[in-house]
């Protein structure tokens, strides 16, 4: 539970319940029983950090082990940290509310580049130094994981480790490593020497960077035995890997406020701008009957009435039409509805529509990605306009009278064409619901068109491409309202600054280090955060650190150039994402996996095999 001192301030900020703790099935174990105190941290407020799986599946996972306790830590509002400095109240773990820095392991899960503040805030409100080199006793160990740490490099002086890939195995294997090395009374080094010998543990202070005049990198030598590439950890078998039956149910509302049980990772598509997509291959899905009884036992265990779907194209499941049809009468039956995120507009079969009809209705969403063939053809999206449009009237027909639409701006070779062509396919979009034989009278239609800007991120085909400067983006934004001309359409769109910000991390060095802490100290974070984000102080920032930050997004990379993340290994080859890229320029698409295997080299990760139901 919360610290004493804590109490009587409670009242005085926004949602007390971020900060209390003793929810339903948090876990509390005595603290003088176990070897390893384990602080998960998500660097972002409480809300959005319960909506989180991979945090959920951790935080069992590490308490699951006798010897461990894991407890939850989340980035205090600005309301709250004001408070906790004044008062001298250290970040603690909503388990306990014991401070964080007596911990063993500090864990942040990275899914957003624009939390790298936060961490360096969270460190501080520890009482830790911000640096790894200034942490010099064993423990605590701060440790990363998550999509971001593909790229661990502008983070490389904060972090003791990062583990790359899959977490559900690597975690055990550093915890039982941590706790032989403290009953050995090993130093900081020579844990870390150990640690970077685990397949999948990646640690920074291992690696010595050279750059070239012209500031690119020049070479990433491993020191101390670490391998000179760090392969990412993959778990083969979903159906036996470690997956909790219960979920801690928070006091207050939070983003999703539903359970989520995995259907599979990785991805058969190939969409040139999708990193997810390529980070988590080989594709691996668990069995229809494991999902089912994962989804039984946690909605038993906790009284959630809605449970998402996750995968990042769950239509190309395989066992869905099964699951769907053991699952929606028990779901019917107890008022529990199931929520099909991900859903390809491509592959949306009539029978999966009068399945989803029987249960309440979520929202349907599908991501077209791009307002024209010729540049759907250029990112690999493999959708044609018909079949969103039949898509679209087949979802109307089915009842739904709202359908969210995600598109892209600032993807390679785009045109002002490109740009218009979203306003005229969210209004054939329109004009297929007034166009129904049996329109449903009294009811009118609503096309919401959610807008990104493209970030090109490591990883992907498009790695080595320049990113639109904001104001451009700003532009294009522009020229798309100018073409919407019905208010059937609703057009949300992002914030070019903040894409313009993780787009400078996510493909970044180890010299932006300087300029987080520098950025950090002028008092910027929560910078996910619009009302928070001061593009000002970052500008200033890399001013005082004589950085130019368009070097990192608006410059073109030329293929042999040495990336700063080339000494990771996702799986997937840079040959191939270099093909990727040159079939782009030439408007070439690439099949799905299951239809041909295009050779991207992940199946190597898992015995050879990326498309087989395991």
Known sequence: MYPEKLEKYLMKVQKPGRYT??????????????DIRYAFCFPDTYEIGMSHLGMKILYSLVNNEDYAWCERVFAPDM??????????????????????????????????????????NMLDLAGLPIKSADRESLTPIVVAGGTCVCNAEPMAEFFDITTPGDGEEVVVELLQLL????????????????????????????????????????????????PEKVVKRNVANLDTMFAPETFVVPFIETVFDRTTVELFRGCIRGCRFCQAGFLTRPLREK???????????????????????????????????????????????NQINVALPSLRIDNFPKELMEKLNTVRRSGLTFAAEAGTQRLRDVINKNVYEKDILSTCK??????WTAVKLYFMIGLPTETNEDIEGIAKLAQNCVDEFYNLENRPKGKTVSVSVSLASLVPKPFTPFQWEPQDRPEVLIEKQDYLLSCVRSRKIN??????????????????????????????????????????????KWMKAFEECGIDPYFYTARKREFDEVLPWDHMDYGVTKKFLQKENEKAHKGETTPPCREKCAGCGAARLNGGVCNELR
């Open 21 to 34: 703790g003793g929810e339903k099935n948090s876990i509390v174990k005595d603290k003088n029983a176990v």
């Open 79 to 120: 309301d709250m940290e004001k408070i906790m400095r004044e008062q001298d109240i250290p970040l603690y773990g909503l388990e306990s509310g014991d401070p964080i820095k007596d911990f063993d392991f500090i864990g942040f899960t990275m899914q957003y580049e624009l939390s790298y503040t936060n961490v360096l």
């Open 179 to 226: 706790r032989e090395h403290k009953k050995k009374g090993s130093t900081k080094k020579e844990f870390l020497i150990a640690a970077a010998q685990i397949p999948g543990v990646y640690v920074p202070s291992l690696y010595n960077v050279e750059y070239n005049e012209d500031n690119t990198v020049k070479s990433v030598t491993p020191t101390c035995g670490a």
């Open 287 to 333: 069995s229809p009957e494991v999902v089912e009884a994962q989804c039984r036992a946690i909605c038993n265990n906790t009284g959630y009435d809605e449970i998402s779907l996750c995968s990042l194209s769950t239509s190309d499941y395989r066992g869905l039409e099964k699951l769907l049809t053991s699952m929606i009468p028990w779901g019917d039956a």
């Open 394 to 399: 087949q979802a109307f027909e089915g009842g």
């Open 491 to 536: 057009i949300s769109r992002h914030v070019p600054w903040t894409s313009f910000l993780e787009g400078v991390f996510s493909r970044g060095d180890r010299r932006l280090g300087k300029v987080i802490e520098t950025a950090w100290k002028m008092g910027c974070h929560m910078d996910s955060w619009e009302e928070h984000l001061d593009r000002e």
